[in-house]
């Protein structure tokens, strides 16, 4: 098996069907497989072969689709990093997991030094989008046999942010990503007739596997959007024929509060969300304003990332849904015995979905991952019909805009500030229901600063979705008798104030 086999199919199978549109260029199925041979056997050249990592910084593009796949033909290991990661962030995830060769767009060259010692291989940002061959490889064949690999397979490394404050590097084979893609297939039941629009990062679980993936096994249309723009997104649906839409809470909040011309969405038969938890009251005006509900399903990048979903034909208001097909779902206390039906408790996953652990990091691998059940830290509960609901995160994660912000590695950024005592990061909700950053800091004795320090230093150092949006400098900070920050309580005294 070799997940790179869907895109050949579909090129033998349906070689003129258009499977990418970048930047109003199409491309079909039959051009994508050609131009991936093209840049595999370029790869192979580099002497990039099985096992071997290659880093992906690039834009939503055409170029990202032809070299991730050419990557994954030769069993190599792809990983794919954020666009908005600084040099910082950069460096420990390069020297976590090694790579052979580093590839980014132009653009993405931060002003600091990215220390890399393997070669970093730069694109123009239009350099493969041309007519026939790449400019950059075209001396090389276009004729390859992909390699064949076992369900264990090594496919991926998707870093998210550590509780400790260092990435995570979540390590996951072939078989994950192919019953992923069925699984999404099922849920989402797009056919070669469907098209969608693709703005989520292909550097995130729900872009690469729940998006793309699931599109090159049904055969569907994608029209990419290099970063999320509101006009870009009108434009392209008032052009197209947009059947599938796939987002995160806070695009279905932005455009209920921003969308003024409600026919865009005419033609648009499917709606799903993902990657955080949407609030009943979108779901229910959503529904009311444009006769069509938002399905929902739930997983983890440590998932690949599909668990839960809910069926087309059986709309579950509020619920994430039922196992996908070859996954089990148990809710467990903190001993890990099972709950009874509509009891909250931490939701664990089994199933081929499920990591093969996080990389270099076995300990941390045995926590979440025994007796091959993956323990989420999410507390949820099942109903009497078997309908997943969640209920909170046991983690003190914030997910902003459908992207992981882990506390304690802002809080480590702020703390390497010479004149900081003590910090609190926390997540709040704002009017659109979405989580934003919130810090508390609290100054060393006789220190005088403004808040724009702090920002400036988080930003150099932190993407910005990580940077805390609101902060307050304090006398202290609220703890409990053992000395653990109250974070809820923080919480529910800043909610109090916005309200």
């Known amino acids: 098996m070799n997940v790179s086999n869907y895109l050949r ?138 390699t064949e690999l076992n369900f264990d397979d090594r496919f991926g490394i998707l870093y998210t942010s550590g509780t400790t404050g260092e990435p995570k590097g979540i390590l996951l084979s072939h078989g994950n990503i ?40 049904s055969g569907t249309s994608i029209y990419i959007i290099r970063r999320f723009n509101l006009d870009q997104l009108y434009q392209i649906l008032q052009k197209e024929n947009i059947t599938l839409f796939f987002a995160v809470p806070f695009v279905y909040n932005l455009l209920l509060k921003k969308l003024a011309d409600d026919n865009l969405f005419d033609k648009t038969l499917y709606f799903f969300s993902a990657a955080s938890k949407l609030a009943l009251e979108t779901e229910k005006h959503w529904l009311q304003r444009f006769g069509r509900p938002i399905f929902q399903g739930y997983g983890l990048t440590e998932t690949s990332p599909f668990a839960t979903y809910v069926p087309r034909n059986n709309y579950m208001q509020g619920s994430v849904g039922i196992p996908v097909e070859g996954v089990e779902i148990k809710i467990v206390d903190e001993n890990r015995s099972l709950v009874e039906e509509n009891t909250p408790g931490e939701i664990a996953i089994k199933g081929p979905n499920v990591m093969l652990g996080y990389f270099n990091q076995p300990d941390t691998t045995q926590k979440v991952l025994q007796e091959d059940w993956f323990y989420s830290g999410d507390v949820g509960f099942i109903n009497e019909e078997n309908q997943l609901f969640i209920v909170d995160r046991i983690k003190d994660m914030i997910i902003v805009k459908g ?28 009017e659109l229901q979405e989580e934003i950053v919130n810090a508390r800091i609290v100054l060393k004795p006789n220190v005088q600063i403004q808040e724009e320090l702090i920002t400036q230093h988080c930003k150099k150092n932190l993407a910005n979705f990580k940077v805390p949006q609101y902060i307050r400098f304090v006398e202290s900070i609220p703890k409990s008798p053992s000395g653990k920050l109250l974070k809820r309580v923080m919480r529910d005294e800043d909610m109090l104030k916005l309200n």
């Not at 995830?93 to 767009?105: G, M, S």
């Not at 809080?411 to 910090?423: A, D, G, K, M, R």
């Open 9 to 146: 199919d579909k090129a033998i199978s349906h070689p003129n069907n258009i499977f990418i549109n970048d930047m109003e260029k199409d491309f079909t199925f039959s051009e994508i497989e050609e131009l991936t041979n093209h840049f595999a056997n370029f790869l192979k050249q580099k002497n990039i072969n099985k096992g071997e990592r290659v880093v992906l910084q690039l834009y939503n593009s055409v170029d990202f689709v032809i070299i991730y796949s050419a990557v994954i033909r030769l069993g190599a290991i792809v990983v794919p990093i954020g666009v908005t990661l600084t040099a910082r962030e950069i460096n420990v995830i390069l020297k976590d997991c090694d790579p052979r060769l580093f590839i980014r767009h132009k653009a993405l060259q931060n002003q600091e030094t990215v220390a890399f010692e393997n070669e970093i291989l730069v694109l123009d940002e239009m350099e493969l989008c041309t007519t026939g061959a790449l400019n950059i490889c075209g001396q090389f064949s276009q004729t390859l046999e992909i």
């Open 178 to 217: 192919e019953s992923n893609m069925k699984a999404a297939q099922q849920c989402y039941q797009s056919t070669m007739s469907d098209s969608t629009i693709l703005f989520l990062p292909l550097s995130h679980c729900f872009g690469l596997n729940a998006i793309l993936n699931c599109m090159i096994y």
């Open 403 to 430: 992207e992981n912000v882990y506390p304690s590695e802002v809080e480590n950024v702020i703390l390497s500030l010479p004149f900081i005592q003590e910090v609190a990061v926390y997540g709040i909700i704002d």
